[in-house]
C-alpha cells in the first residue's frame, strides 16, 4: 500500500527525450511528488511503523547473534559483538543480497520516511546516479536527513578537492563536533563546564577553587544537587586518603589537575596497556618512566604487526623487545586493540588495566582515496567506536585512557575518539597539547611500509613530519561506569561491493566500465574483510 501511495504522488517519467526545459520541469515535478509524499508519510504515521514484509524473522535474528567459530565467555561477548557483526556484514556482500546488509546495518534506512527522504534529496541535488552520496545518505539518521531537508542544504558540485558526496558527509560531522567543544586545547575545567552544561559563571567559581575542592567537585557533583551546594561541601571536606591525588592541596586547582595528567602519575600498582604501538619506543619511555617512580605494575607493550614485519621494518627492535622484559614489561605482537577479548593473552586481565594508551591511532591508508572519503573513513570511525568498547571489560573503574592524535585529522576525527568515549561511559577530563605530556619524546613512526626507509628518530622526534607538531593533542578519559546496560555498539556502515564499483572516485576516477572496474572493487572489499578480521595490511 506504500508503494502504491509514493507512485500515485509522484507523476511519472515521460518516455523520450525531452528538451533542457522540459527535463527541469519534469524534475520539479518529482520534487514536489515526493516532497508530498512525504507528508503524507508523516500524516499516517508511518515512519513510526515498519511494513510487515521488512520485520526481521526470527531465523534472521538468530543468525546475527551467531558468531560463526568464534568462541568468547558470555560475560565478554559485548566487547566484540560490534567488531563480529562488522566482519558479518561485510561478508554476506559477498554471499548474498545487498538489501539484508543494509537492513543490519542501519535500522532507519529500512523505513519508507527514510528511502523517501533520501531520495527526495537526491533529486535535489542531481545525484540519482552518485554511488557515494547514496552511500552517504543512507548511513544518515531522520534527524540528520531533516536537517539537510530544512535547512536547504546543497554541496558544491563544482568543489575542486571534494565531492558532493564527501561534502555532505564533512558537513553532517561538522554539525556534530559543534557540541564536543572542538579539537584543540580544553582544560579539566572547560572539560567538566562542557560536560555538565554550565553557564560561563559556574566556570568562574571552578576556577577560582583550589586543588583539593575542585577534584572534590569534579568527583562528586552528578547534578543532583547545586553547584553551589556542592562547592560548600567540597570547602569543609577533609580529604584522609594519604596519595598522590591530594597533593598540594592549596594549589591552584586547574593548574594542578593539569600537571597531573602531564606528569603522568598514574596508579602504581595497576597495569597499563599500550596499544598499536609500532616500534616499541613509547613502551620503552612508559616503562623507564614507571620504574623511576617504583610502580610495581606492568607495562603490557603490544605491537599490531607479528615480529617477523618488525625485524623487516626496524631493525633494532629485538633491543627494543630485550630493553622492555629488562623492565619487566610484557611484549605482545599480532593484538587488534577492538578484539582483545577473543585473545587469550588477555585472559584475565578483566578490570586490571589502570591506564591505556593508544597514540596516533590509524587503520591505515588506502592508495587513491584521501582519509576522509566515505569509501574509506568509515574504518576510521569504527576503530575508535570498537576500541572503547572493548576497553570497557578491561580498564578498572577510574582508570585512564589517553588517545594520541592531531586536532585537524582527518582520518581519525577527534570527533571519533570523543564521541566514542562518552558513548561507553568514558568520561573526557582533559585536552592537552602532546609536546606539553611527559611522555611526549619517544620515536614516532608511520606504522608501515614507510618506516622502511624513513628511520625512526628517538633522540629529537625529527622522523614524522606528515601533520603540524602543535596540532597534536593528547585526549584524556577517566571510566566511569554507571551499571547499566549499555547498547549493541553502533558501527558504520562500510560500502557494499555495488556501491564500491559504482564509484567513481580515488583509484576508479579513470576507469570505465569492464572487469577492471569490478577486480578493483573485489579487491578493496577483500582488504576490507582482511582487517576487520584482525588482519594488518599494508
Known amino acids: 500500500l506504500k508503494g502504491q501511495h509514493l507512485a500515485r504522488e509522484c507523476p511519472p517519467l515521460g518516455r523520450g527525450a525531452p528538451s533542457a526545459s522540459v527535463e527541469d520541469q519534469m524534475a520539479d515535478e518529482l520534487e514536489l511528488g515526493l516532497e508530498e509524499a512525504l507528508e503524507g508519510l508523516e500524516e499516517a504515521g508511518l515512519e513510526e511503523e515498519a511494513p510487515a514484509e521488512e520485520e526481521a524473522p526470527a531465523p534472521e535474528e538468530e543468525e546475527d547473534d551467531d558468531d560463526d567459530d568464534v568462541h568468547v565467555e558470555e560475560h565478554l561477548r559485548d566487547s566484540v559483538e560490534g567488531s563480529l557483526r562488522l566482519k558479518r556484514m561485510l561478508s554476506r556482500d559477498t554471499q548474498g543480497p545487498d538489501a539484508k546488509k543494509r537492513k543490519t546495518a542501519n535500522g532507519d534506512a529500512a523505513q519508507p520516511i527514510h528511502q523517501a527522504k533520501m531520495k527526495a534529496l537526491l533529486v535535489k541535488w542531481g545525484g540519482m546516479t552518485d554511488a557515494v552520496m547514496k552511500h552517504v545518505l543512507e548511513e544518515c539518521s531522520l534527524d540528520e536527513l531533516n536537517h539537510l531537508i530544512n535547512t536547504n542544504y546543497m554541496p558544491n558540485k563544482f568543489d575542486q578537492r571534494k565531492t558532493p558526496g564527501e561534502l555532505t558527509r564533512q558537513h553532517l560531522l561538522q554539525l556534530k563536533e559543534r557540541e564536543l567543544g572542538g579539537g584543540s586545547r580544553i582544560d579539566v575545567v572547560s572539560a567538566f563546564k562542557l560536560r555538565w552544561k554550565l553557564a560561563l559563571d559556574a566556570e568562574k567559581v571552578l576556577r577560582a577553587l583550589t586543588h583539593k575542592d575542585l577534584r572534590y567537585v569534579i568527583n562528586t557533583y552528578d547534578g543532583s544537587q547545586t553547584l553551589e551546594d556542592v562547592v560548600n561541601e567540597a570547602s569543609v571536606s577533609v580529604d584522609e586518603d594519604d596519595n598522590t591525588l591530594s597533593a598540594v592541596p592549596t594549589g591552584p586547582g586547574p593548574m594542578v589537575m593539569g600537571r597531573f595528567n602531564r606528569l603522568e602519575l598514574i596508579d602504581p600498582l595497576a597495569d597499563a596497556a599500550v596499544f598499536g604501538d609500532a616500534n616499541l619506543t613509547f613502551c620503552m619511555n612508559l616503562a623507564t618512566h614507571r620504574k623511576g617512580f617504583g610502580h610495581v605494575g606492568r607495562v603490557i607493550a603490544t605491537t599490531f604487526e607479528e615480529v617477523e614485519t618488525l625485524r623487516e621494518r626496524y631493525k633494532e627492535i629485538d633491543t627494543s623487545i630485550a630493553f622492555l622484559e629488562e623492565h619487566h614489561a610484557e611484549v605482545y605482537h599480532g593484538v587488534d586493540c577492538t578484539r582483545i577479548a577473543l585473545d587469550p593473552r588477555f585472559d584475565g586481565m578483566e578490570s586490571r588495566l589502570g591506564a591505556v594508551y593508544y597514540n596516533f591511532p590509524h587503520s591505515g591508508a588506502v592508495q587513491?582515496?584521501?582519509?576522509?572519503?566515505?569509501?574509506?573513513?568509515?574504518?576510521?570511525?569504527?576503530?575508535?567506536?570498537?576500541?572503547?568498547?572493548?576497553?570497557?571489560?578491561?580498564?578498572?573503574?577510574?582508570?585512564?585512557?589517553?588517545?594520541?592524535?592531531?586536532?585537524?585529522?582527518?582520518?581519525?576525527?577527534?570527533?571519533?575518539?570523543?564521541?566514542?568515549?562518552?558513548?561507553?561511559?568514558?568520561?573526557?577530563?582533559?585536552?592537552?597539547?602532546?609536546?606539553?605530556?611527559?611522555?611526549?619524546?619517544?620515536?614516532?613512526?608511520?606504522?608501515?611500509?614507510?618506516?622502511?626507509?624513513?628511520?625512526?628518530?628517538?633522540?629529537?622526534?625529527?622522523?614524522?613530519?606528515?601533520?603540524?607538531?602543535?596540532?597534536?593533542?593528547?585526549?584524556?578519559?577517566?571510566?566511569?561506569?554507571?551499571?547499566?546496560?549499555?547498547?549493541?555498539?553502533?558501527?558504520?556502515?562500510?560500502?557494499?561491493?555495488q556501491t564500491l564499483s559504482q564509484c567513481k572516485d580515488g583509484p576508479f576516477k579513470n576507469m570505465g566500465p569492464g572487469p577492471a572496474r569490478e577486480n578493483m572493487a573485489k579487491q578493496l572489499h577483500a582488504r576490507f574483510l582482511t582487517e576487520v578480521s584482525g588482519t594488518h595490511v599494508g
Open 368 to 497: 587513491g582515496f584521501f582519509d576522509s572519503h566515505p569509501m574509506v573513513n568509515w574504518r576510521h570511525e569504527n576503530l575508535m567506536r570498537l576500541f572503547f568498547r572493548a576497553l570497557r571489560h578491561f580498564v578498572k573503574p577510574g582508570g585512564i585512557v589517553k588517545v594520541s592524535s592531531n586536532a585537524g585529522a582527518v582520518g581519525v576525527r577527534y570527533s571519533y575518539i570523543v564521541g566514542s568515549a562518552i558513548e561507553n561511559e568514558f568520561l573526557h577530563t582533559e585536552t592537552m597539547p602532546f609536546l606539553e605530556w611527559h611522555l611526549h619524546r619517544y620515536g614516532r613512526s608511520y606504522g608501515d611500509k614507510r618506516d622502511v626507509y624513513k628511520r625512526p628518530d628517538a633522540k629529537n622526534n625529527q622522523s614524522y613530519n606528515a601533520q603540524n607538531a602543535n596540532s597534536d593533542m593528547v585526549y584524556c578519559f577517566c571510566y566511569s561506569p554507571t551499571g547499566n546496560t549499555l547498547p549493541k555498539q553502533s558501527i558504520r556502515m562500510p560500502p557494499s561491493m
